[in-house]
């Protein structure tokens, strides 16, 4: 059973830094899954598309976060990671770890709609 835990979330003020990490277990596999980050802003149903990496390696992120934020991964440790800098107020929201076998093709970072297995979510406040 495959199973995603965040966390490394907390507050912080803008300008300031967070490093999410995604504890990834269960996978047989690891380097065949495609993996992703996804924000859910307060009052909002959707989960938007932060930052991703493609199972040969390759990685995006939002245009929102370019430059700000990086997504890596540890396969040897199963983690996923994601760096967050210069935070905004508006970066504020659920932040949520998620995978899917094999890779996508198309728009990077892909939705949601391309992952299926989520973690739980790690809450992310940013004070302006």
């Known amino acids: 059973q495959v199973r995603l835990v965040e966390s490394g979330g907390g507050s912080v003020q803008a300008g300031g830094s967070l490093r999410l990490s995604c504890a990834v277990s269960?996978?047989?596999?690891?380097?065949?899954?495609?993996h992703g980050w996804f924000r859910q802003a307060p009052g909002s149903n959707e989960r938007e598309a932060v930052a991703?990496?493609?199972?040969?390696?390759?990685?995006c992120s939002a245009d929102s976060m370019k430059g700000r934020f990086t997504i890596s991964k540890d396969n040897a440790k199963g983690t996923l990671y994601l760096q967050m800098d210069s935070l905004k107020p508006e970066d504020g929201g659920v932040y949520y770890c998620?995978?899917?076998?094999?890779?996508?093709?198309?728009?990077?970072?892909?939705?949601?709609?391309?992952?299926?297995?989520w973690g739980q979510g790690i809450q992310v406040t940013v004070s302006s």
């Open positions: 998620a995978t899917d076998r094999g890779p996508w093709l198309g728009n990077c970072p892909p939705s949601s709609l391309f992952f299926g297995i």
């Open positions: 269960g996978l047989l596999a690891s380097a065949e899954y495609r």
């Open positions: 991703a990496i493609n199972t040969d390696g390759t990685s």
